[in-house]
């Protein structure tokens, strides 16, 4: 099923002391992306300060999550509270200590510039900070929200298949009546030829065993094109399938049983049909089932 979910928190950390006393924040945000597919398939794109953060995440997906290609993104941005961060008084005078040493030995050495300071200052005092709980408690919300979005989207697919399933309720109501129709029709059509081999005129009687003839091949044909079996069992499925998309749940798998049932049917009313109106109604019943099928597989 398709969704999607995106939140953002802002977290401030304390810096390090320095002469500037100045704080540094983060914003945090998560990205979750869900599209159809039968299976669970997760990807995540994570920077490499939270890439120990994955398997926790993992585990947080697969215990909502049963269907779809679902990405996730974390990003995760460092700002500042003040223009620049200044070096500890220690940070200089270490520096100063390396320097010197450096010289006393290497004394063509260049010295070091204020931007070589800065750099390797900064990066002293940068102290990692350990984003996994406020990373984990982020994704839950995008979760919630993923989820959300997903229950909508069920509704709207519940109410499609309900709509599908009452269509072929439909078809099926037409295809009942035509049997004994077309029965009759093959009994009047075995009269006709055997009026015509017997070279007999409209106003004799017909011999009793040409209405005997008539009866039983009438009666092999029906039992041939007798669809009621067929039409009980799919009204059976429907009715399954309508109870299943109103109580929830997990359907996915039992949706997809129901649905070959379903086109198996359609295939035997095909199959059996003795007329071009059953074969239509056997066609547009198997586009009503794809039609059903394409959605099912959405469906967790």
Do not use: C
Not at 51 to 75: D, F, I, N, Y
């Amino acid at each position: 099923m398709t969704g999607y979910a995106a939140v953002q928190s802002s977290m401030a950390q304390s810096a390090p002391e320095t002469d500037s006393g100045a704080d540094a924040s983060s914003r945090l945000g998560v990205e979750i992306r869900s599209v159809n597919s039968r299976f669970l398939d997760l990807a995540f794109r994570l920077p490499d300060e939270l890439r120990q953060a994955e398997p926790a995440l993992r585990e947080l997906l697969t215990g909502k999550l049963k269907r779809g290609k679902v990405e996730v993104r974390v990003s995760l941005e460092s700002t500042s509270a003040g223009t620049l961060r200044a070096p500890s008084s220690a940070t200089l005078q270490r520096l100063g200590s390396l320097e010197d040493s450096i010289k006393s030995w290497l004394p063509q050495a260049a010295a070091l510039s204020v931007a070589d300071i800065l750099r390797i200052a900064t990066n002293e005092d940068k102290k990692p900070h350990d984003y996994s709980d406020e990373l984990l408690k982020l994704a839950k919300n995008a979760l919630k929200e993923l989820m959300a979005a997903r229950e909508r989207e069920g509704a709207r697919l519940a109410q499609m298949l309900l709509d599908r399933t009452a269509q072929l309720r439909a078809l099926a109501a037409l295809a009942v009546p035509m049997v004994p129709k077309l029965v009759e029709q093959q009994k009047n059509r075995f009269l006709e030829r055997w009026k015509e081999a017997m070279a007999l005129s409209d106003s004799t009687a017909l011999p009793e065993i040409a209405q005997d003839r008539a009866l039983t091949e009438a009666t092999a044909f029906a039992i041939r094109i007798d669809v009621a079996e067929e039409i009980t069992r799919l009204s059976s499925h429907l009715d399954e399938i309508d109870r299943l998309l109103s109580s929830g749940g997990e359907l996915g798998k039992r949706l997809d049983f129901l649905i070959q049932e379903l086109h198996r049917e359609a295939n035997t009313l095909g199959s059996k049909s003795a007329s071009l109106e059953l074969t239509r109604i056997s066609v547009d019943m198997k586009v009503l089932i794809e039609q059903i099928r394409e959605q099912v597989q959405n469906i967790e």
